[in-house]
């Protein structure tokens, strides 16, 4: 996009109800000029606009091949991403972007790829699952792990028993709650699964995205294996307001999230991320 701080209009061609509050839009930009200049990469996220009631940052959960779609998986908390509830197919709204460092897809190629989440920080890295599964050759093991506190929370059901029977894949999930009978996965935090794991650490690449706890519950076991900092990426989520580093609200440390990030290697934030309540 030529203009940083411009949203540019978009249109929903559809809507998705995930969970009760959880949903799904589907969106094309309206300006076919702007449809086909407009690129980006996994775990990079777009401003989101409402017209007349702000803006906020949403991850892309799409593969750049969709179809010229953009999905962006909301859960509605604040005033925006209730009004962003409210919409429906043929509604318009503004998107600027895509920001920020996505994942480094190039990187993992003929690595083991494990995948850790945990709540809705599974959306970000969802459009690392559907890139990697479109592309199945050139990556080694794909490991899928993601938590979450309820089980009812887990959005993606079916896609996750797919993904589980694809060739060389393993998929983990858990909940730390459940409130019905017949959660099929483990009970408890998903990184109480990392034994269960099965991979070659040193050749894998680990992406992670979630409560900041449960990353750092992750790492542990993880280096225990013998994989290296640099080969463990975070996505980190901090209030990220203009998106190119200059209102200050996702400084970390030197950095800005929103610049920056959001994806880091371990090693180059490890002296941040060991500080608690940074």
């Known amino acids: 996009m030529n203009n940083a701080y411009l949203p540019h209009e978009v249109e929903v061609v559809d ?57 962006h998986t909301i859960r509605a908390v604040g005033r925006v991403t209730r009004g962003l509830a ?10 600027r972007g895509p920001y920020g460092r996505g994942w480094p897809l190039t990187e993992a190629e003929g690595k ?6 945990g709540g809705l920080g599974c959306a970000p890295v969802v459009s690392v ?5 479109r592309r199945r050759e050139l990556f080694d093991r794909l490991v899928i ?9 887990l959005i993606w059901g079916e896609q996750y028993a797919k993904w589980q029977k694809l060739p060389n894949t393993q998929v983990l999930l858990a909940a730390s709650e459940q409130k019905k009978a017949g959660w099929p996965w483990y009970s408890g935090h998903v990184t109480n699964l990392m034994d269960k794991v099965i991979f070659n650490p040193h050749n894998a690449i680990a992406m992670m995205c979630g409560p900041e706890p449960m990353m750092h519950a992750a790492i542990e076991p993880l280096t225990r294996q013998g994989m290296s900092e640099q080969d463990m990426w975070l996505s980190m989520e901090r209030n990220m307001h ?36 940074f």
């Open 15 to 71: 809507r998705i109800q995930e969970t009760s509050t959880i949903f799904t839009l589907r969106l094309r930009f309206t300006d076919p000029e702007i449809q086909t200049a407009y690129q980006f990469k996994p775990g990079q996220f777009n401003m989101v606009y409402l017209f007349g009631v702000g803006e906020v940052a949403i991850s892309i959960v799409s593969d750049p091949r969709d179809d010229n779609l953009l999905d």
């Open 86 to 95: 409210k919409l429906k197919i043929g509604d318009r709204l503004g998107i």
């Open 112 to 117: 083991d790829v494990i995948l850790v989440t």
């Open 129 to 133: 699952i559907r890139y990697v599964t």
């Open 145 to 153: 792990m993601q938590g979450v506190k309820h089980s009812e929370d």
């Open 242 to 277: 203009c998106a190119v580093g200059h209102c200050g609200h996702c400084q970390y440390g030197e950095k800005f999230i929103c610049k920056h990030g959001p994806v880091f290697p371990y090693s180059e934030i490890k002296t941040l991320f060991a500080v608690k309540g």
